[in-house]
């Protein structure tokens, strides 16, 4: 009924850049918000960064000036743009969003996730 299709991971060099996109598409009547979540091996899972229906965005402590949230515009489409990555953001990556579908049944959806490596 409803999913969250990620792209755009990859090996970059620390210092590099890499933009991760998430297309959600189904039975959807609003987003109320969709962001990004991290998790490595071993590691709990960090919450990146989220944009809220009206535009808002808040940031993890951890990428706060490097990495940037937006809508793109194509319909139920988001971005996230990593600037001066370095070897800590080596993550899974996976995008999250808050949907309502068109029959009114509001749930939290996970995409598969991409990877992401910065090598040093």
């Known amino acids: 009924q409803v999913q969250l299709v990620e792209t755009g991971g990859g090996l970059v060099q620390a210092g590099g850049s890499l933009r991760l996109s998430c297309a959600a598409s189904?039975?959807?009547?609003?987003?109320?918000?969709i962001g990004w979540y991290r998790q490595a091996p071993g590691k709990e899972r960090e919450w990146v960064a989220v944009?809220?229906?009206?535009?808002?965005?808040n940031y993890g402590d951890s990428v706060k000036g490097r990495f940037t949230i937006s809508r793109g515009n194509a319909k139920n489409t988001v971005y996230l743009q990593m600037n001066s990555l370095k070897p800590e953001d080596t993550d899974i990556y996976y995008c999250?969003?808050?949907?309502?579908?068109?029959?009114?049944?509001?749930?939290?959806?996970w995409g598969q996730g991409t990877q992401v490596t910065v090598s040093s």
């Open positions: 944009i809220k229906d009206g535009g808002t965005t």
């Open positions: 189904g039975s959807i009547f609003s987003i109320n918000a």
């Open positions: 999250t969003a808050r949907i309502t579908t068109i029959q009114r049944f509001t749930n939290d959806y």
